[in-house]
């Protein structure tokens, strides 16, 4: 019996003890976290995304379309995954088995993720030179962001967890979009062409502009232009979006004087379908709708 009772309270013990180290540890995991997106945002994203948008002026409409398209699709799967990754955690946080159905659910998350990049994996094996070519402009620094973001991990106690990928088997992964290894995941052909900046939305003026934005003809068929007024000189951004709010290309980036303006769009990649013009200056956002019948 006191044996048992012995065995017992070793048990909790131990049980204790892992628990106080996982609070202890947990914290700085999630701070080490947290430091390595803000050095990811304040000192690569600066100089990376301006290559990508180089690269962007080297692609057709149609592989720009199917790029946007396979972003938005990962979008949609990441918000799954995350709803059934906190399903896990209560499970696991109650000390309860998850339920297979839920682990097949995850899987089938993943599988329709490799699917998705497929057409886009595509491209990136078309145009390998031409990235190949941009990313060859920052190999040197590659080489210190991965050493600053190793250096945060070990600083936060996180040594062994996602250090990048130095073997064969974890390039792979991160060239396939598998893994957990966002730098280099960053710079394979795949990463690179999915990359965007997920605080650009943040950054957009919530103020509804009035620029007397008018598109014609409307309804559309192989082009139109999009006619809108200053009333002060302004940097002005103009998107093609879809009818889900999804940007297929970007128009127009560039400042413009006080005046009416008028830019023409080529249409002949679209569909017949709704779409929306959106027209950001420093004043504010205008949408404008339209339609394509061919």
């Given at each position: 019996?006191?044996?048992?009772?012995?065995?017992?309270?070793?048990?909790?013990?131990?049980?204790a003890?892992?628990?106080?180290s996982?609070?202890q540890?947990?914290?700085?995991?999630?701070?080490?976290?947290?430091?390595?997106?803000?050095?990811?945002?304040k000192?690569?994203?600066?100089?990376?995304?301006?290559?990508?948008?180089?690269?962007d002026?080297?692609?057709?409409?149609a592989?720009?379309?199917?790029?946007?398209?396979?972003?938005?699709?990962?979008?949609?799967l990441r918000?799954?995954?995350?709803?059934?990754?906190?399903?896990?955690r209560?499970?696991?946080?109650?000390?309860?088995?998850?339920?297979?159905?839920?682990r097949?659910q995850l899987?089938?998350?993943?599988?329709?993720?490799?699917?998705?990049?497929?057409?886009?994996?595509?491209?990136?094996?078309?145009r390998?030179?031409?990235?190949?070519a941009?990313?060859?402009?920052?190999?040197t620094?590659?080489?210190q962001?991965k050493?600053?973001?190793q250096?945060?991990?070990e600083?936060?106690?996180n040594?062994?967890?996602?250090?990048?990928?130095?073997?064969?088997g974890?390039?792979?992964?991160?060239?396939?979009?598998?893994g957990?290894?966002?730098?280099?995941?960053?710079?394979?052909?795949?990463?690179?062409?999915?990359?965007?900046?997920?605080?650009?939305?943040?950054?957009?003026?919530?103020?509804?502009?009035?620029?007397?934005?008018?598109?014609?003809?409307?309804p559309?068929?192989t082009?139109?232009?999009?006619?809108?007024?200053?009333?002060?000189?302004?940097?002005?951004?103009?998107?093609?979006?879809?009818?889900?709010?999804?940007?297929?290309?970007?128009?127009?980036?560039?400042?413009?004087t006080?005046?009416?303006?008028?830019?023409?769009?080529?249409?002949?990649?679209?569909s017949?379908?709704?779409?929306?013009?959106?027209?950001?200056?420093?004043?504010?956002?205008?949408?404008?709708?339209?339609?394509?019948?061919?």
């Amino acid at each position: 019996m006191k044996l048992k009772i012995s065995v017992l309270f070793c048990m909790v013990l131990l049980f204790a003890m892992g628990a106080e180290s996982y609070a202890q540890d947990h914290p700085k995991r999630h701070q080490g976290r947290k430091e390595a997106r803000t050095y990811i945002k304040k000192n690569i994203l600066p100089v990376v995304l301006p290559l990508r948008a180089r690269l962007d002026e080297q692609l057709n409409d149609a592989e720009k379309l199917t790029i946007a398209s396979t972003k938005a699709t990962l979008k949609q799967l990441r918000a799954e995954a995350r709803a059934l990754r906190k399903q896990v955690r209560e499970y696991r946080k109650n000390d309860k088995p998850v339920p297979e159905a839920l682990r097949q659910q995850l899987q089938a998350l993943r599988d329709k993720k490799q699917t998705a990049v497929q057409p886009v994996k595509a491209i990136a094996e078309a145009r390998s030179a031409e990235i190949t070519a941009l990313l060859s402009e920052i190999e040197t620094q590659k080489a210190q962001w991965k050493t600053d973001l190793q250096a945060i991990r070990e600083r936060h106690g996180n040594k062994n967890r996602g250090e990048g990928c130095d073997n064969e088997g974890k390039d792979k992964a991160c060239e396939e979009g598998k893994g957990k290894c966002p730098l280099m995941m960053m710079f394979s052909h795949v990463g690179f062409l999915l990359l965007e900046d997920r605080n650009d939305e943040e950054t957009l003026p919530n103020k509804q502009a009035n620029l007397k934005a008018e598109v014609f003809p409307n309804p559309s068929s192989t082009a139109n232009r999009i006619s809108f007024e200053l009333t002060e000189s302004s940097m002005v951004s103009i998107d093609l979006l879809s009818k889900q709010g999804l940007v297929l290309k970007n128009v127009l980036n560039e400042t413009r004087t006080v005046g009416k303006h008028t830019v023409s769009v080529d249409l002949n990649s679209l569909s017949d379908d709704v779409y929306y013009f959106r027209i950001k200056t420093s004043k504010g956002v205008e949408t404008k709708r339209f339609i394509v019948e061919k």
